[in-house]
């Protein structure tokens, strides 16, 4: 089957994807841009946590276009919450790429945290981002033992809303697809031969059964990939993107909403003016 038939199935609000001359552009500008990375840190490679999603696949597939097996290292991490289905397409992805990975259960790390800090567990949302740091602590780990970078996997959608824990899955050395929204990265994906099965997946994050991207940010990939590009960063006001898009008022302010409450994720943390003394 072909990309496009393969990326043509639904309607989208806004078409953002690529021709197949820029993505053949955009491919070659992201497997560069990784191995100037590399180049750049004077490292003998890169690591990268595999979750069988769509992003670290995809970023997988080029880091080994631009590296070589050899240059990247893959981490499958399992906790409680992840599925077996994920855990083994994370493995498939490794082979596939033909790299080397280490399969590492997070949760005995993650329950020396919670009973450290005891109570703290309760709250869904801190129990679930220890998982995510303790993979950070770990992709750190290997990359400093074997002097390799951390490759992210961070996409535009997410860097725009903050679906993302700070210094979690946001703690990395570069985030190669990050300036893409997720339906580009969609479309990457099935460009660098990435199955039609993980193309499809429902992306998630896995921080508690069930969970899905999309019901937690209350809104559909495209939709917000959609009122992001001609919103947030283009020039059209709420009313014109509610025109434009087909979307309604409230949709609009959600997506502001992510975007102004996540502000702090993007920037350095903040220190004091400097007093001139
Ligand atoms: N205004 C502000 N200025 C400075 N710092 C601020 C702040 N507001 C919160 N903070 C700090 O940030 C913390 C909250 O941020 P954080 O710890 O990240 O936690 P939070 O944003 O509450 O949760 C993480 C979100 O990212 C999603 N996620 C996580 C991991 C992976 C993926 C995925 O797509 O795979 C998605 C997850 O589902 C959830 O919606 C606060 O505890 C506080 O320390
Ligand atoms: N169980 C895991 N083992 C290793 N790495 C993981 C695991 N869970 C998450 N990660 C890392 O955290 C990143 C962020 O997760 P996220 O869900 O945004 O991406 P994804 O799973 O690759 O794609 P999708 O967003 O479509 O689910 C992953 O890309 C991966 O690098
Ligand atoms: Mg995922």
Redesign the pocket.
């Known amino acids: 089957m072909s990309e496009s038939v393969l990326l043509d199935e639904g309607s989208t609000p806004l078409d953002l994807r690529f021709s197949d001359a820029e993505l053949d552009r955009v491919h070659d500008h992201v497997t560069d841009f990784i191995a100037e990375q590399v180049d750049a840190a004077g490292a003998e490679g890169a690591v ?12 997988a597939h080029l880091a080994v276009d631009a590296l070589g097996a050899d240059g990247l290292r893959g ?5 409680s919450v ?1 599925t077996d289905e ?2 083994s397409d ?1 493995e498939r992805v490794a082979e596939d790429v033909g790299i080397e990975y280490d399969v590492i259960e ?1 949760e005995p790390v993650a329950e020396a945290f919670y009973d450290a800090l005891p109570g703290a567990a309760d709250d869904r949302m801190a129990e679930s981002n220890v ?2 740091r303790v ?1 950070a602590v770990l ?1 750190y780990f290997a990359a400093n033992a074997d002097d390799r970078i951390v ?5 535009r959608s ?1 860097a725009l809303t903050g ?2 824990t700070k210094y ?2 946001g703690a990395v050395d570069c985030n190669p697809i990050g300036t893409l929204y ?1 339906q580009q ?1 969609r479309q990457l994906a099935a460009h660098v031969g990435v199955p039609r099965d993980l193309v499809m ?6 921080m508690w059964r069930g969970q899905t ?1 999309e019901e937690e940010l209350g809104l559909d990939y495209d939709t917000l990939d959609a009122v992001l590009a001609l919103h947030v960063d283009g020039p059209l006001s709420t009313a014109a993107t509610v025109r434009a898009l087909g979307v309604t008022e409230a949709q609009v302010a959600r997506v502001e909403e992510l975007y102004e409450s996540s502000k702090h994720k993007r920037a350095m943390p903040p220190a004091p003016a400097e007093l001139s003394l």
């Open positions: 990268i946590g595999l979750s069988g999603g769509i992003d670290s696949t995809t970023v981490l499958v991490m399992p906790g992840n994920n855990m994370a997070i998982r995510v993979r992709n490759l992210g996997t961070g996409n997410e679906y993302f979690g899955d997720k990265v997946k429902t992306p998630s994050a896995e991207d």
